[in-house]
T-cell receptor, first 113, second 111 residues
């Protein structure tokens, strides 16, 4: 089992460019999450998907869109990247949304120039 | 805004020492998580607890619901324990699907 995988591992963008971060899990989990981690701050939730076919905003959704493509995959899109979106992005999954342990991917380090 | 406070922010210990990391939160919760972030960046869940105490190997997590406080203890610390330890809580209430994370405690264990 690979667990939670993310691509790419590193990315450099120019302001205004767009990109999609990919996430997949092979644990048959219902719920998936996208977080960002910035220096000196705790992990912050961008979007989550409680189950296949549903997505909801988290704490910091502005500038991002998500797609729950199927039960395995949850992608995060930056339509017009800004320097403030320079961060490390983590995808996570859990069996259920309310009570379960979350399993994290390895992260994507994104720099927006 | 509900906060999760961790202390200390940084901790340096000699190999073999007993280590305590603290976490406090402001309102009622349904669950508290302890996570470990390795120097390479990967994040692993260590414990999820809502009451009492849990133990896994040299790691012990306790929670005091009345005092809104949790501790993570590491016995006989080892350099491989060097990591950032993160506390996260799920606040009580309908629709509380999000975890609120602390800023982490960076632990360095010196041989």
């Amino acid at each position: 089992n690979a667990g939670v995988t993310q691509t790419p591992k590193f990315q450099v963008l120019k302001t205004g460019q767009s990109m999609t971060l990919q996430c997949a899990q092979d644990m048959n989990h219902n719920s998936m999450y996208w977080y960002r981690q910035d220096p000196g701050m705790g992990l912050r939730l961008i979007y989550y998907s409680a189950s296949e076919g549903t997505t909801d905003k988290g704490e910091v959704p502005n500038g991002y869109n998500v797609s729950r493509l199927n039960k395995r995959e949850f992608s995060l899109r930056l339509e017009s990247a800004a320097p403030s979106q320079t961060s490390v992005y983590f995808c996570a999954s859990s069996e259920l949304i309310r009570t379960d342990t979350q399993y994290f991917g390895p992260g994507t380090r994104l720099t927006v120039l | 805004k509900n906060e999760v406070e961790q202390s200390p922010q940084n901790l340096t210990a000699q190999e073999g020492e007993f280590i305590t990391i603290n976490c406090s939160y402001s309102v009622g919760i349904s669950a508290l998580h302890w996570l470990q972030q390795h120097p390479g960046g990967g994040i692993v869940s260590l414990f999820m607890l809502s009451s009492g105490k849990k133990k896994h190997g040299r790691l012990i997590a306790t929670i005091n619901i009345q005092e809104k406080h949790s501790s993570l203890h590491i016995t006989a610390s080892h350099p491989r324990d060097s990591a950032v330890y993160i506390c996260a809580v799920r606040y009580s209430g309908a629709g509380s699907y999000q975890l609120t994370f602390g800023k982490g405690t960076k632990l360095s264990v010196i041989p």
